[in-house]
């Protein structure tokens, strides 16, 4: 646990008071500098045995027991060390001077207690407690690596809930840790009563980018230059794939995350990157539109030229080059995006992050009581055998994933179906929906005009 000082008019008063947090373990004690408080007033608060809970979602925190406010050697903590010099500074202090201090403390004690409050209060929204310890979270607010952590666990949080509403099903939620550094949260909803397989992942990774990792940015036109063969970098993202049951709900995929490269010199290169993109069985131009405009609204509010851009990027992107055919319908993809400031990229960022659940929910809950046959549901089969070709072929996430040492291959894995099928030389008859859907992914159309 850590210590908060009582200060005042700058001047430190030599007392300190154990300050421990509801719902939090020891991970997430406030740090002397997040919070300021009067000199006058003592804040001790008392832990209990309780875990996050969302929806019809529960993770379960670590704490065993509650643990009552005492100091390091097991006694209570007491206001009495330095009381003497608190009475004495007061006394000594003019009407005026004593109004001046009582301003001041009262300013930055709600400041500080804002920013505490902000990430502890999101915190307890999440599925799990953050990968990166919470007082680190709260010392350095105001860096990327922060935002986007506590951005990616905010939209994983909020997808889970809005799928669990749907489902009635309960997410298995799965902490992890990486053995070089950082770790993740995957949140897995299996065989349930609408979706087969719902994924929805959090990793916050660093370490040494491995050679082959390298290369592969490398081959992307990125100039990487290593110190002994060695590149330190942190990666962070919010992977999901969702594969319903029924065949007429599509699967829905997006990944946002972000990436710091430090090179040789100290100097340090960021990026991020992402998109969110549909994979219907069946052709349904209502959702395809509603999709595609709902996507196109978010990257509206940053710049119209994002979106028609990033719509043709994902139609490349999301290419199966061995069968001629893209994997779906399409959406948003981008990759290496780095201007024009890194706030206005997160902003873009956390934009398409928040579109995820308006842009696909309403779909599902049209046709969730939608009937369909044996031979509905064997097209659904084939249609994820592609799915599968892709992601394991194509896809740069999966290989980046598997080109990482120590990396979590049933987290990298999740976006496979449960089930998938392929059947040698089959064509759809001309005329049917299955040719209908085939021409699209053949094809691709501009859906939001």
């Known amino acids: 646990m850590s210590f908060l000082r009582f200060a005042g008019v700058g001047r430190t008063v ?3 008071v154990k300050f421990l947090l509801p719902h939090f373990s020891s991970r997430c004690a406030i740090s002397n500098s997040d919070l300021l408080s009067s000199p006058l007033k003592t804040l001790v608060l ?15 925190s670590n704490i065993t027991g509650d643990r009552s406010a005492t100091g390091s050697n097991g006694k209570k903590v007491r206001l009495v060390a330095g009381a003497a010099l608190v009475a004495g500074l007061v006394a000594g202090l003019s009407h005026f001077q004593r109004a ?8 930055h004690s709600e400041t500080g207690k804002k920013d505490a409050d902000d990430i502890l209060e999101k915190c307890k929204r999440f599925m799990s407690e953050p990968v990166t310890d919470v007082q680190v979270l709260q010392k350095n607010k105001e860096e990327m690596r922060t935002k986007m952590e506590m951005m990616i666990l905010q939209t994983q949080a909020e997808f889970c809930k809005a ?8 997410f298995q939620v799965d ?15 299996q065989d349930s009563n609408i979706f087969e397989k719902a994924g929805v992942n959090v990793s916050v990774v660093f370490g040494h980018l491995p050679e082959e990792a390298a290369q592969q940015m490398r081959s992307r036109g990125k100039s990487l230059k290593s110190k002994d063969g060695k590149l330190p970098f942190c990666a962070m993202g919010v992977s999901s794939v ?25 100097s340090k290169l960021w990026w991020f990157g992402g998109g969110t993109d549909l994979t219907p069985t069946y052709l349904n131009k209502e959702d395809a539109v509603h999709f595609h405009k709902t996507l ?3 990257c509206d509010k940053h710049d119209r030229k994002l979106y028609p851009k990033f719509k043709k990027w994902c139609d490349n992107y999301f290419f199966i080059k061995h069968r001629g055919e893209r994997r779906g319908v399409g959406g948003i993809f981008f990759d290496d995006l780095d201007s024009p400031t890194k706030e206005d990229v997160f902003d873009f960022v956390r934009s398409c992050a928040k579109a995820v659940v308006p842009c696909y929910i309403p779909i599902v809950k049209k046709h969730l009581n939608d009937s369909f046959t044996s031979e509905e549901k064997q097209w659904q089969q084939l249609r994820r055998g592609r ?16 080109a990482t040492p120590e990396s979590r291959i049933e987290s990298i894995l999740m976006s496979l179906p449960l089930t998938a099928r392929w059947e040698y030389m089959h064509e759809p008859p001309k005329g049917t929906k299955e040719a209908e859907m085939l021409q699209v992914l053949r094809n691709p159309k501009d859906w939001a005009q």
């Open 14 to 16: 030599p007392s300190k």
């Open 46 to 60: 008392q832990s209990s045995n309780t875990g996050f809970k969302l929806s019809n979602v529960r993770y379960k």
């Open 100 to 107: 001046e201090m009582k301003s001041t403390v009262a300013i």
């Open 163 to 170: 799928l669990a509403e749907v489902d009635g099903g309960t």
């Open 175 to 189: 902490r992890w840790d990486r053995k070089e550094g950082g770790g993740g949260i995957s949140c897995v909803l």
């Open 242 to 266: 969702i594969h319903p049951k029924n065949p007429h709900i599509p699967t829905i995929h997006f990944n946002y995350r972000y990436f710091e490269i430090e090179e040789a010199d100290g």
């Open 296 to 298: 196109k609204e978010a």
């Open 387 to 402: 799915y599968v070709e892709f992601n394991l072929v194509y896809d740069r996430g999966t290989k980046f994933g598997l």
